[in-house]
């Protein structure tokens, strides 16, 4: 029994040796940050991990032009890897094992099965025309495609590794982003300003949300109760009641409002804006904008890392990523990456750490 318990003490340690930042408590995180020690885009004390090691944190970026995806090493704000993709690759997403991501490649009209060890695409799946929004289900085992040029969402059996349905959102509908709760699925329509909440269980529609115009990278709240849509046409977000579809505010932001990611404490938010090139930090709590940054030529996509005290944006006007430090609100970094940079995706493993 104590030689068991000491192997599984090893185990446990050489856990923690192998995977750095990723393996941090955020109390740890918060003392290395404070001294000063591995901050984005400074050297990293030790030797950079290779692009495919499971337990780095790190940024996937599609490049629409380039026709690849840049790997970004979060520690040290480099790209320190590249997988070729099909034509015009939009968002990706990951498995709750980050073992495996899936790249939609719009003017393909397949999904890439990236294994993320090895940096290769597997295969590729073909689905509807003008691939563009994607998200996973809980198991693993559903990809949700949303397919820009017509009105289904596609899914993808990722076991299988192909087309295994479709969920039909009705004549003249057009899907673009989507967001996963439980057994509801929310897509965004930005051709006809509303938003379709479907069952995935039943495939069925069961209720639409009217938007401002032109909604586009939806997010649902950590408690499933409140949906945060960026609605272009109008430069505001709007944040409706997911259970009957009211509007319960709706916040001026810069235009062409993008996406959106909301904090952990449910009280503030940062939205992009592609065609106004900025970034707007918003207070939820009371209901206005607090502070844009401007001049982020093409702001289209965002994420945050695991501590939320940056976030990662991509500027498809000048082919970077702009770090954005969350306390000052000010961009302290960019990254030079592929062209035409479209959405961005963290891979980190859940659970314990997220310093980076």
């Known amino acids: 029994m104590r030689a068991n318990k000491k192997l599984i003490a090893a185990g446990v340690i050489m856990a923690m040796l192998l995977s750095g930042c990723a393996m941090e408590t955020k109390e740890q995180a918060k003392a290395r940050l404070a001294a000063g020690g591995g901050k984005t885009g400074e050297s990293a004390a030790a030797a950079q991990p290779e692009a495919g090691k499971l337990t780095a944190v790190q940024f996937y970026v599609p490049s629409e032009k380039e026709n690849n995806l840049s790997v970004i090493d979060v520690p040290t704000g480099k790209v320190v890897g590249t997988v070729k993709l099909s034509e015009a690759p ?67 059996d990722t076991k299988e590794r192909k087309e295994a349905g479709t969920i039909d959102l009705g004549t003249g509908a057009k899907t673009n982003y989507m967001s996963l709760f439980g057994d509801r699925l929310y897509i965004s329509d930005h051709e006809n300003n509303k938003v379709y909440v479907v069952n995935v269980k039943t495939k069925q529609t069961v209720l639409t949300i009217p938007t401002g115009k032109t909604p586009r990278a939806v997010k649902v709240s950590d408690d499933g109760k409140k949906l945060f849509v960026p609605s272009a046409g109008d430069g505001t977000l709007e ?14 932001v810069a235009a062409g409002a993008t996406d959106v990611v909301v904090a952990e404490d449910g009280q503030s938010a940062i939205v992009t804006s592609m065609e106004g090139s900025a970034v707007t930090f918003v207070d939820l709590a009371n209901g206005k904008p607090v502070q844009t940054i401007d001049k982020l030529a093409g702001a289209r996509h965002i994420s945050y890392n695991r501590q939320q005290t940056k976030a990662y944006v991509t500027l498809s006007g000048s082919n970077e990523v702009a ?34």
């Open 239 to 252: 944040t409706y009641n997911t259970q009957d579809g009211k509007l319960i505010s709706k916040i001026a």
């Open 323 to 356: 770090v954005i430090d969350t306390q000052t609100r000010q961009a302290v970094e960019r990254i030079k990456v592929g062209t035409v940079p479209h959405g961005i995706q963290i891979k980190a493993l859940p659970g314990i750490g997220g310093s980076c």
């Open 90 to 156: 939009s968002t990706v997403v990951f498995s709750s094992t980050m073992r495996e991501a899936y790249a939609a490649n719009m003017n393909s009209s397949t999904v890439s099965i990236i294994n993320t060890q090895t940096l290769k695409v597997e295969k590729e799946v073909p689905v509807g025309p003008m691939p563009h929004g994607m998200v996973l289900s809980p198991d693993n085992k559903t990809l949700y495609v949303a397919a820009v040029a017509d009105q289904f969402v596609y899914l993808v």
